[in-house]
Each structure stands twice: as structure tokens, then as C-alpha cells.
């Protein structure tokens, strides 16, 4: 299994452009989550699904789009970026999620960057 | 409002010796509770957790404490290696999500 895969892995953005941060699954996970981190400010969760077709957000939605329509995939749309999203991207994966004994998997992050 | 507080930045440490992270929350309905590791330039890999019914656990040289009173939990380290330097996040299970720490890195030197 490769786990949590995402791409790209760096990234610089023109102020105002849009880009899609891609995230895929191959371990059959319902529930998926997109953090940013920021400098000395740990994980804030921007948007999560607990299954295909379902998206709610997190603390820091404002400037991002998901969807989900497989159980593989959960992009995260960013549109008209702005420097404020400068940061690093995470996806992660959970088997089931609510309840919680289950572990959360990341990927490798994507390092974004607004000019 | 921060509900899941990490209030040491970093922490130096000698190796061989015993290293304390200190994580506070605020939720008292906060009922799990784990330790993500990361290197720099990777996502952050679970180390250990910990559920409100218990008040230690422990995984070879890890162990974590759960005080429920005073809504404090810690991870110590012995002993302590230098491949343990990484940031440690704590984080508490909040329904469907994560509420992550702002973390604490940890230097181990020789």
C-alpha cells in the first residue's frame, strides 16, 4: 500500500491564481481530513469527509473548496489564493473516525507558497 | 480559543535521560487522546494514545499520563535517543476530528 499519497509537493502561487492540491487513499478509508500548518501554530483542520459525497468544515475553511467523490480522493480547491495560504498542506485518513480509537494517517504535506 | 495547549515550544534533552512533554486541554468531554512524532519535511506519524479511562499507557520507551482533573496529559521518553529529536503534537478526539497542540519540539543531543 502506498498510504496517503499528495501532489505536488511544492508549490508557488501568483496572488489571485487557483490550484487544486491533490490527496489520495489506497487503504479503504471513509473519513479524510486536509490540515494546514503554520509556523509555531500545529495542524489546523480546514475541511474533512466522513464518505463519499460528504464534506463539513473544520476551524479554517474560509478560501478552500473539497469534494468528494470516491473513497480514493479528496482534492482541496484553492481559489484566488492569497499570501495568508502560505503554508503546509497534510492530508490524512481514518478508517472509521467518530468514537476515535482509530489513528489518523498523513501524507508527506505540500509546501505552498503565495507571491 | 486554543482547547488543546502545548505551552513549551522546545525542549533540550540529553540523551539518555528522560524527556516530559506536558499537553493541557480544556474540554473535560474530551475522551481520547494521542501523540503524533514529526520529522521535518514528512506528515506526522501516531506514536501513542491514551482513552479517559485509563490514566497511563505505555509503549516501550513512551509512556503517557492522563491527570482528568486537572486536564493535563504528558509523554515521557526514556530513555531518550538522539532519533527521538522531531516535533511532538499532542491532539484530543473531538466527535469525527482531530484538535491538535501547536506542538513541541524536542532536541535530544549526545
Known amino acids: 500500500n502506498a498510504g496517503v499519497t499528495q501532489t505536488p509537493k511544492f508549490r508557488i502561487l501568483k496572488i489571485g491564481q487557483s490550484m487544486t492540491l491533490q490527496c489520495a487513499q489506497d487503504m479503504n478509508h471513509n473519513y479524510m481530513y486536509w490540515y494546514r500548518q503554520d509556523p509555531g501554530m500545529g495542524l489546523k483542520l480546514i475541511y474533512y469527509?466522513?464518505?463519499?459525497?460528504?464534506?463539513d468544515k473544520g476551524e479554517v475553511p474560509n478560501g478552500y473548496n473539497v469534494s468528494r467523490s470516491t473513497t480514493e480522493d479528496f482534492p482541496l480547491r484553492l481559489e484566488l489564493a492569497a499570501p495568508s495560504q502560505t503554508s503546509v498542506y497534510f492530508c490524512?485518513?481514518?478508517?472509521?473516525?467518530?468514537?476515535?480509537?482509530?489513528?489518523?494517517?498523513f501524507g508527506p504535506g505540500t509546501r505552498l507558497t503565495v507571491l | 480559543d486554543q482547547q488543546v495547549k502545548q505551552n513549551s515550544p522546545s525542549l533540550s534533552v540529553q540523551e539518555g535521560r528522560i524527556s516530559i512533554l506536558n499537553c493541557d486541554y480544556t474540554n473535560s468531554m474530551f475522551d481520547y487522546f494521542l501523540w503524533y512524532k514529526k520529522y521535518p519535511a514528512e506528515g506526522p506519524t501516531f506514536l501513542i494514545s491514551?482513552?479517559?479511562?485509563?490514566d497511563k499507557n505505555e509503549d516501550g520507551r513512551f509512556t503517557v499520563f492522563l491527570n482528568k482533573s486537572a486536564k493535563h496529559l504528558s509523554l515521557h521518553i526514556v530513555p531518550s535517543q538522539p532519533g527521538d529529536s522531531a516535533v511532538y503534537f499532542c491532539a484530543a478526539s473531538d466527535t469525527d476530528k482531530l484538535i491538535f497542540g501547536t506542538g513541541t519540539r524536542l532536541q535530544v543531543f549526545p
Open positions: 491514551i482513552s479517559s479511562i485509563k
Open positions: 490524512a485518513s481514518t478508517p472509521r473516525g467518530g468514537g476515535f480509537t482509530d489513528t489518523q494517517y
Open positions: 469527509s466522513v464518505g463519499a459525497g460528504i464534506t
